[in-house]
């Protein structure tokens, strides 16, 4: 059994989700702000101390490299992704864990029925809608996100990506939606969360982004994040002097500061050994 997180500070605002008495002992209490007619969307990552949030080395560039394999860690992912309509991803990170399927149980099994009696409590699908961001189609559709039949997974891609998919064949259950795009490659992060309420056939459900870097930075650049929670791993990875690209940190591929000031206000901060778990609200 997971020791309790404890709560260091909490001023989150809405009304509390009716956690079953597992996860109210472990993290106490999760609200959201009540919906306004649009998607709500949170994001989900963990960095070291100096920032980096993958490694950048095959078969050690996940999140798990990055958190020590944390199982507060790990239970919060699954805790947040229980809560959700919808947990999307970008194709680079889909790449780097190919195994990967974005359902609550994956991230934490031990309590998987605990998460199960939320989404029941909350009126939700057994599992998240799994949705992938791809501009170019490229993809493997042996992964198990798109073939293991266990969840429903959208794919947003742009036109290109999608005359590339039209050539082969793509596993039942899996939903192509063909976004505009003005460059041809990328999607515009709004019209991506539009397909995404599209499909849900909900006009504001809980969208959880979990990354990776340059997804976060279209959707900031955006405006469209309104929350994050990020957990903060007590070890310093560096970095090499061609500094980023290599090891990225949350955001890349765009620049905020000066230009874009992106400012959060920190709603609530749990604390499991020398692990902290921050959440921050962004008002756009
Ligand atoms: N520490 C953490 O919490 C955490 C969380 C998530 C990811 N990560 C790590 O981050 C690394 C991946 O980073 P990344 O920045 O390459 O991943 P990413 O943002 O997940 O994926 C980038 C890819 O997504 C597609 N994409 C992104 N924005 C798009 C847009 N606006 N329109 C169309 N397609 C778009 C493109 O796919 P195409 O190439 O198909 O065009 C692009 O190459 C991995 O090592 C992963 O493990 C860490």
């Known amino acids: 059994m997971l020791e309790a997180f404890e709560v260091l500070f909490n001023r989150t605002s809405g009304p509390p989700l009716p956690l079953p008495p597992a996860l109210q002992s472990l993290y106490r209490q999760l609200a959201f702000p009540a919906r306004t007619g649009r998607p709500y ?4 990552f963990v960095s070291t101390l100096d920032g980096v949030v993958s490694l950048g080395i095959p078969g050690k560039s996940g999140g798990g490299e990055i958190s020590g394999f944390n199982p507060h860690d790990r239970a919060l992912m699954g805790l947040l992704r229980a809560a959700a309509d ?3 991803v970008g194709a680079g990170t889909l790449r780097a864990v190919s195994r990967h399927l974005w359902t609550a149980e994956y991230a934490f099994p031990e309590l998987g029925p605990d998460y199960q009696a939320l989404r029941t409590a909350m009126g939700l699908a057994p599992t998240p809608l799994n949705v992938i961001l791809s501009g170019s189609g490229r993809l493997d559709l042996s992964a198990p996100v798109f073939a293991s039949g266990t969840v429903r997974t959208l794919l947003v891609t742009t036109p290109a ?3 590339r998919l039209e050539r082969r064949q793509l596993p039942e259950g899996v939903t192509v939606r063909v976004a505009p795009t003005e460059d041809g490659v990328t999607v515009g992060a709004s019209d991506f969360l539009a397909e995404i309420a599209a499909c849900l056939g909900r006009p504001e459900p809980l969208v959880l982004l979990e990354g990776g870097p340059r997804v976060m930075g279209a959707f900031f650049a955006a405006r469209l994040i309104d929350e994050l929670f990020l957990t903060l791993a ?3 990875a560096g970095r ?3 500094a980023t690209a290599e090891r990225p940190g949350l955001v890349s591929g765009r620049r905020l500061a000066p230009e874009l000031p992106t400012w959060s206000a920190l ?4 604390r499991a050994d020398s692990h902290l778990f921050l959440r ?3 008002a756009h």
């Open 280 to 282: 921050y609200q962004f």
């Open 86 to 88: 919808a947990v999307a």
């Open 234 to 236: 007590p070890q310093v």
């Open 41 to 44: 969307l949170i994001s989900n």
């Open 267 to 270: 709603v609530s901060a749990h």
């Open 161 to 163: 990506g999608a005359k």
């Open 240 to 242: 090499g002097d061609s």
